[in-house]
C-alpha cells in the first residue's frame, strides 16, 4: 500500500494517534495536513511555470489615480 507500511502498521499508527491527539483534534490535524500536501504540491507543480493574471498588462481595474 505505502511502500512496506501495510495496513496492521496504518492500523497501529491511527490507534497511537487518536490516544495521543484525542478524537477531538484528529480532524484538524487531518485537515492540516491535506492543506500541507496540496500546497507542497501546488508549490512543485507550479514552481516551472507562470501563474496566470499576474502580468501588470492583464490588470482589469482601470488606471490608478494620481496621489
Given amino acids: 500500500m505505502f511502500g512496506g507500511i501495510g495496513m496492521p502498521e496504518l492500523i497501529v499508527i491511527f490507534a497511537i494517534a487518536l490516544v495521543v491527539f484525542g478524537p477531538s483534534k484528529l480532524p484538524d490535524l487531518g485537515k ?9 504540491r501546488k508549490a512543485m507543480d507550479g514552481s516551472d511555470r507562470p501563474q496566470v493574471g499576474t502580468d501588470a498588462r492583464n ?3 482601470g488606471p490608478s489615480k494620481p496621489a
Fill in 32 to 40: 492540516s495536513l491535506g492543506e500541507a500536501i496540496r500546497g507542497f
Fill in 59 to 61: 490588470n482589469t481595474r
